[in-house]
T-cell receptor, first 108, second 114 residues
Framework: QKEVEQNSGPLSVPEGAIASLNCTYS??????FFWYRQYSGKSPELIMS????GDKEDGRFTAQLNKASQYVSLLIRDSQPSDSATYLC????????FGTGTRLQVTL | DGGITQSPKYLFRKEGQNVTLSCEQN?????MYWYRQDPGQGLRLIYY???????QKGDIAEGYSVSREKKESFPLTVTSAQKNPTAFYLC?????????????FGSGTQLSVL
């Protein structure tokens, strides 16, 4: 069983719509949860972190954490073509463990 | 400007050859990390170092070696024992071990086999 699982996509959403990205993890001891955005050939960029159950909002981004169900999600409101990238979920039970990423395509 | 510098950006390895990827940081960070990323995959930890002159194996250390003789430098050697070295290699650092929210990445090195 993979420690951090994400749907590889691509997830295609029209411009202006809400993109919903999901991630599940296996280690119940995980305390820290992160979402990174990675453009092709570039290094990952941290866009959201969340540590407690519930929602955390930052601009157009909302991270949602449910520890009982062991999932964390990222919502992107008013999706823009510049949001087209791969989104990596990372979880910290000990070292940072990354999912395989979900490729998001925002279409015009 | 402070940051992490990886070089070279592209590297080619011949059969049986060892190659070394450079990673230098001027952030005064104690912890440094090497990750490998294959196409369509997430990052996997190769080695990490929490302090100078100390380093630990990550999940996929076989076929790789590192050194941490200076705080600012953490080079990665891909040895001939690594049979499938083609990947994107990322170096990262944090001010102290486990400070994941302040993890800084270099721009990466793409390694290919000739």
């Amino acid at each position: 069983q993979k420690e951090v699982e994400q749907n590889s996509g691509p997830l295609s959403v029209p411009e202006g719509a809400i993109a919903s990205l999901n991630c599940t993890y296996s280690d119940r001891g995980s305390q820290s949860f992160f979402w990174y955005r990675q453009y092709s050939g570039k290094s990952p960029e941290l866009i959201m972190s969340i540590y407690s159950n519930g929602d955390k909002e930052d601009g157009r981004f909302t991270a949602q954490l449910n520890k009982a169900s062991q999932y964390v999600s990222l919502l992107i409101r008013d999706s823009q073509p510049s949001d087209s990238a791969t989104y990596l979920c990372a979880v910290n039970p000990n070292q940072l463990t990354f999912g395989t990423g979900t490729r998001l395509q925002v279409t015009l | 400007d402070g940051g992490i510098t990886q070089s070279p950006k592209y590297l080619f390895r011949k059969e049986g050859q060892n190659v070394t990827l450079s990673c230098e940081q001027n952030l005064n960070h104690d912890a440094m990390y090497w990750y490998r990323q294959d196409p369509g995959q997430g990052l996997r930890l190769i080695y990490y170092s929490q302090i100078v002159n100390d380093f630990q194996k990550g999940d996929i250390a076989e076929g790789y070696s590192v050194s941490r003789e200076k705080k600012e430098s953490f080079p990665l050697t891909v040895t001939s024992a690594q049979k499938n070295p083609t990947a994107f290699y990322l170096c990262a650092s944090s001010i102290s071990p486990g400070q994941w929210e302040k993890l800084f990445f270099g721009s990466g090195t793409q390694l290919s086999v000739l």
